[in-house]
C-alpha cells in the first residue's frame, strides 16, 4: 500500500511538473506576460526540486542510518517529516534498529564497568600485554604490589627486577613461575601465572602475579612447630622420670660412708654424678620448656596505640644496658602522631629481642650506635625498623637466622628471632633482615 501510494505521488507530482512545463513553454512562445512566465518558470524549477527530493530523501535517510551504525552514533533519529505516510514504516523500522543499538551498547558498557570494577578490585595483580611486552591492562594491585602506577611496557619492570621483566616477555599459555624480588628492606617472592588469550585478532598474555613471601614463612612456621610438639613431648616424657628417679636415688644414698656398704672413695663420685645428671636433666627441661613458646604464643590483644608510646616504653628499659655498652640511642617516627594496631606486649617483646641483640654486637665498638625509627612503607603499611653500626651478619646466615634452634652465640638458644618471627606471623606482619658485613645491620617489622 505504501509503494502504490509512493507512485501514485510520484506520477502526481510529475503530471502536475509536465503541465507546468507545457503552461511555461505556451507563455513563452504566445504570450508577451513576462511576469507571469517567470513565475510559471520558478514553479517548474521548484516541482523538479521537489521531485527530486521527495525521491533521494529515502536514500538520504538509508545512508545516514548505515553510517550511524558505521560509526555507533546512535543519537540519531528519523521523523519521515515532509514524506507522508509512505515511509512511516520504514522511518519506524530505523527508529526501532537504534533503539535497539543504543541498548546493547548500553548493556555492553555496563558490563565492561562491571568487569573494570572486578579487575580493579581483586587482590590478586593482573597484568595484560602483548608478546612484543606492550601492556594493555595492569590492576590496581599488581601496582600496589609493583609499587608501578603508570606503564606501558613490561620492560620497565627492568627498574623493579630485571628477572621478573625477563621471566614476563618468556612466559606463555599454562607457564608459572617463581620469582624474587628484593624490594629495598623487603624480599617478595611473587608467583606468576600466564594464559593467553586473543582480542580483537591480536594475540595477548594474562599474567596474575602475588606475593606468596608470607604464605611460604608461615608453612616453614607451621611445620618447624609441628616438629617442636614432636620434639618437646618426647623429650619431656624422657627426661621427667630420670629427674625424678635421679632425685630420689640421692635421698636414699647416706650421707656419709660408714652407714653404707659403698667404697668411701666411691659415694662421693656417686653423689656427684647423681647431682650432674639431676641438674643436666633440669637444664634440659627448662631449655625444652623454653622452646614450647614457638607453640604457645598467646592471642594477640589488639590495639590502637601510639608508636611514640610504645617506643618510650622500650627506650626507658634499654637505656641502661646502651649506656654501659656506650652505645648512642636515637628514635624517630615520621609522622611523630604515628599509630599501629597490635598486641603492644607482643611487638614490645619483639623490639626488646632486637635490642638486646643489638647491644650484645655493639659491645666493645667504638662509636657504637643504635637506631629506632617507624614509618610508612611505599605501600602503606606501618615499619619499625632497628639498626645498627655493628659487625654484620654474613649473607648465609642471614638466611638461617630465623630458623628455630640456630644460633651464632656461644650462650645462644635460638629461640629469640624465632619467636619474634612466630609473633610477627600472628599479627599478619612479617621481620626481615638486611645486613652489611662492618656497615650496618637492619631488622625491619612490617604490618
Known sequence: MAYKHFRLICILRVALLCVTTCLFFYCLFFSEYY????????????????????????????????????YEDFSQSFTGAGLGSAYNNLKDAFNEVLEAFRKTRAEREENFQYLQTVVQH??????????????????????????????????????????????????????KTLVKIQDEDELLQIIVYATELRMRGESFILASIQNIQSELEEQEMEAWQKLIRVLTHEIMNSITPISSLTSTVRDLLPDSAHASSLDPDTLPDVHTALETIQSRSEGLLH????????????????????????????????????????????????????????????????????????????????NARMDLSAQLDGRGRVVIRVQDNGPGILEDVQERIFIPFFTTKRDGSGIGLALSRQIMRVHRGTISVQSKPEEETVFTLRF
Not at 35 to 59: D, F, S
Not at 302 to 307: E, G, K, R
Open 35 to 70: 511576469a507571469t512566465l517567470a513565475i510559471i518558470g520558478a514553479c517548474v524549477l521548484y516541482q523538479t526540486w521537489a521531485l527530486i527530493h521527495y525521491v533521494e530523501r529515502t536514500q538520504r535517510d538509508l545512508t545516514r542510518f548505515l553510517q550511524a551504525i558505521r
Open 122 to 175: 581483586v587482590g590478586i595483580g593482573l597484568i595484560c600485554y602483548t608478546p612484543e611486552g606492550r601492556i594493555e591492562l595492569m590492576n590496581t594491585a599488581a601496582q600496589r604490589l609493583l609499587r608501578k602506577p603508570h606503564m606501558r611496557d613490561v620492560r620497565e619492570l627492568e627498574a623493579v627486577s630485571k628477572a621478573f621483566s625477563e621471566a614476563l616477555l618468556k612466559l606463555r599459555s599454562g607457564d
Open 287 to 366: 631449655f625444652v620448656e623454653a622452646y614450647r613458646q614457638l607453640t604457645n604464643i598467646s592471642r594477640p590483644d589488639f590495639q590502637i596505640f601510639q608508636i611514640s608510646e610504645l617506643f618510650a616504653r622500650v627506650v626507658f628499659l634499654m637505656q641502661g644496658e646502651c649506656d654501659k655498652n656506650n652505645i648512642a640511642l636515637h628514635t624517630g617516627i615520621d609522622p611523630r602522631t604515628l599509630e599501629l594496631t597490635a598486641d603492644p606486649d607482643l611487638i614490645e617483646q619483639v623490639l626488646i629481642n632486637l635490642m638486646r641483640n643489638a647491644v650484645q654486637a655493639l659491645a666493645g665498638r667504638s
